[in-house]
């Protein structure tokens, strides 16, 4: 006899709390495979509910494989084996994932575990962090922008919520087109290709260039993260060690005289690692080079907005008449980071090429946040706000350079001016000490510092750190120059 | 003597006159290289401008690398060859694009052209699209949802406009997990990964398990989006037929007995193109057989939410007590396809090496649309959006299936009943028509289908196509389906 409990004053639905329980019923055996089940009708009258409710229940438990399908009817319960449930769900999978997984993913995961720990180092309040490259969220446009996102879901709702064109909102391309124009860069919105960030715009392009038996070229120290990338694309890469000018056009030259090269991956302005900016007659030669050579050149711009110093060139795209330099350019570090909106500049056969990889890896990207930043931008939000972001950040980048003047032992310390952006480049010298003692010792001072070797190819015996002013204030600048400096006193004097 | 003319009721700022107007000078030549251009001061003078305008003007100049720089003053014009103007750059890069991509870049290339054309069809106003999958826009909750986006830069504002987390934004990872139970999956936070789009994840995918010598298998038909991909990866394909109930056991079986194979992609529920949805103790037999040879399985569940029919077995994953089987979910099919908000379910240690390869891919993906969906989903507006949807396209397929029935001549038109979603797959029997021929006589009577070829990995003698009823109301299939009727009834009699 099937005994069931029906709770009327329940939330749940009583078809529910038949399914339930007919389930438990099932799963601790009091109702074996095979067993009749009494008929819709039998089983209202006896519950004194609605048979449509029963009814309901047992298309449930029929959907959901708990009983057998009859013509007419369903009224058995079925033998049900395979269901998961949480004490039979296993904790971890029976495969072996570095089996089943490519060599490639293997070499990547590696990468990601190696960069894990750092990032969730536990940071106490008080710590002040020099490490991360993320814009300071207080300065944010909140509002603006909602008031932005708004207009454009009243405006143009559906529109922005289907699937757009693969190459991105035409109308933010069109002003991005404009805005490049301030940097001498012409491109019709037909050279422009959005992007998830300028990350995504890196992968693409090691979609489209990564040839194997070709090589890379790389500047030494160059951007972090787009070592492991490289690594999974199984780039064979050369290094070009950073000169106070910028990359070794010399080294550069002598490359690409004597080894086949796919493509040079260079930052012109405030490089990330060193912050160093390369000269106008720098950006001529290297893009001569390329060009005699006939090797794309492609150029991350992703702090064009933040020559608030004035005086550093325009790009090396702005150079290029035979359309051999591809151009990467993004929001994340102006703007907001998580808009995950960037963009390449390119000729427009190799926009194509990138946009066919793109429709395949993720159809399209998202308009709606397109569509609201170039409402941003249209309104003249976005001009103002670089403007404001150019002028606190100028305060900044001198008041960190002031502070490192004033507090860091010179002996013992060097480093670089540089001509906008948010990073230093600091090199300690003479004391006996090795990078990771130095990343402990100034975390135990309650300052964080990426540490150098993050960011070169190849290990190298020199103690370097890059600083970020990007997420704070005047004063935690100082301060945090300043127990870089305490820091260092001690360790010297120990 | 250099003579400049200054329009004072301009919009352009005076030092931007300036700038442009020697930057045209230069550039006709009047100005030629080593001419010393006046002090600040004299300039000042004789523009009767302020002398800041006019040093303004000079470093702006100096940046682009129009005159050269001396300690204290900036005078002379540079010779300056490179810069690209409108009549110095090239339409076309001088790099041969063949020659510097990737193979694999150039197959996806080609793959992207054939696709492209039918996407550049010219529709007129009154043509029906039965071809396209895209959810009928008229249906989009998009006051609600603009409500939850401003709620959330309202709350949250910084913290959504910053990079987030590499998995996705918590809540929605906790809110998924939720809505997953409702399908009977058992799954952490920690065992989702958000993706851009359920595509991103297939991509993530067949980086993780694409590995060269062992094939993937894939029903036939299939996605037709996920081949071009599956060839970039240079995938070796085993395709296994699909038959009324899910695709075919025995030759899975077969295959996975005589070949290595890195996983299987399969679509359970409606498949997509055939519709078909596959039965309990099929799912349950398709996993055992996956078991007993450790192959990982791929479900595609991008229609779940869409069993409006009721008496749909739960999902593979459902019964997955191993943990072998990594699911794709999506918001694209039921909510908003331009949100490019999916994810995967599965092994904990497998997601954290997706999350690897997503991490070095895009950084992360925007926060702002996944917190606004989880606001969604916690108002329970989505559960209501759901609830709507499923009432309209149980009414329109059973609307289309109708007019199938009552227009379509039967002796040369066959076709399944699909158990919900929106695809219904057609044949065309006995009448002697290329499938484009069909095409173009369906496009005549403006009324598009999707080709079968489109689904099929190898070439296939039938002549199918993918009827989707996404994008139309039920007067608008109706329609549809009586203009197809009509073409097959004049074709068939000439």
């Known amino acids: ?54 009814y309901k229940a047992y298309q449930e438990l029929w959907a959901q494989g708990y009983i057998e399908s009859r013509p007419g009817s369903y009224s058995k319960i079925r033998k049900r084996p395979k269901i998961a449930t949480p004490e039979l769900k296993l904790e971890q999978s029976t495969l072996a994932w570095n089996h089943v997984t490519t060599a490639a993913s293997q070499r990547i995961y590696q990468d990601y575990l190696k960069f894990k720990p750092e990032q969730s180092t536990p940071q106490t309040k008080d710590t002040i962090n020099l490490a991360q490259l993320d814009i300071d969220p207080r300065l944010f446009p909140v509002q603006d922008f909602r008031r932005c996102v708004n207009q454009i879901l009243m405006d143009q709702g559906p529109k922005v919520l289907g699937y757009g064109e693969y190459m991105g909102y035409k109308p933010l391309r069109e002003t991005i087109a ?7 860069i012409l491109a019709d919105s037909d050279e422009i290709l959005i992007t998830n960030g300028s990350q995504n715009g890196i992968d693409l392009l090691l979609k489209l260039l990564t040839n194997s038996g070709k090589k890379v070229v790389i500047e030494s120290p160059t951007y972090a993260i787009i070592l492991p990338l490289l690594k999974y694309h199984q780039a064979e890469l050369v290094t070009v060690p950073m000169k106070k000018n910028g990359l070794d056009l010399n080294r550069l030259k002598k490359t690409l005289e004597t080894q086949p090269v796919s493509f040079l991956f260079t930052m012109p302005n405030f490089q990330n690692p060193t912050g160093i900016t390369s000269t106008q007659s720098h950006r001529e030669e290297l893009l001569s080079v390329c060009e005699a050579h006939q090797i794309p050149v492609v150029e991350d711009g992703f702090e064009e907005e933040m020559k608030y110093f004035g005086k550093v060139p325009p790009p090396i795209k702005s150079m290029d008449r035979q359309n051999i330099c591809i151009y990467l350019g993004t929001f994340s570090k102006v703007l907001f980071p998580g808009l995950r ?63 490192m003047q004033k507090y860091l032992p010179k002996e013992y310390v060097s480093w670089n001016e540089p001509a906008g952006g948010y990073l230093i480049w600091v090199q ?60 260092i006193q001690k360790t010297k004097s120990t």
Chains 1, 2 share one sequence.
């Open 178 to 184: 404009k805005r490049l124009q301030m940097h001498g």
């Open 1 to 54: 006899m099937l005994l069931l409990q029906l709770d009327r004053k329940s939330h749940n639905p009583i078809y529910l709390q038949i399914v339930n329980q007919i389930k438990e019923k099932t799963a601790s055996d009091i109702l074996k495979p095979g067993t009749k089940l009494p008929s819709t009708r039998q089983m209202a009258e006896k519950l004194g509910v609605n048979r449509s409710t029963v």
């Open 341 to 403: 909106i960037g963009w390449i500049t390119a000729d427009k056969e190799c926009i194509q090429r990138l946009v066919s990889i793109k429709r395949f890896s993720d159809l399209t990207s998202s308009y709606v946040l397109q569509a609201a930043v170039n409402e941003f931008c249209e309104r003249g939000y976005y001009d103002l706000h670089v403007k404001r972001m150019n002028r606190i950040f100028r305060k900044r980048m001198q008041t960190a350079i002031k502070a």
């Open 428 to 487: 300690i010298k003479n004391i006996p000490k090795h990078e990771a003692e130095w990343i402990q010792i100034f975390k135990e001072n309650r300052v964080l510092v990426s540490p150098g070797r993050y960011y070169f190819p190849h290990p190298t015996k020199d103690i370097c750190f890059r600083l970020s002013i990007a997420m704070l204030n005047e004063q935690e600048i100082t301060e945090g120059i300043k127990r870089m400096a305490r820091a």
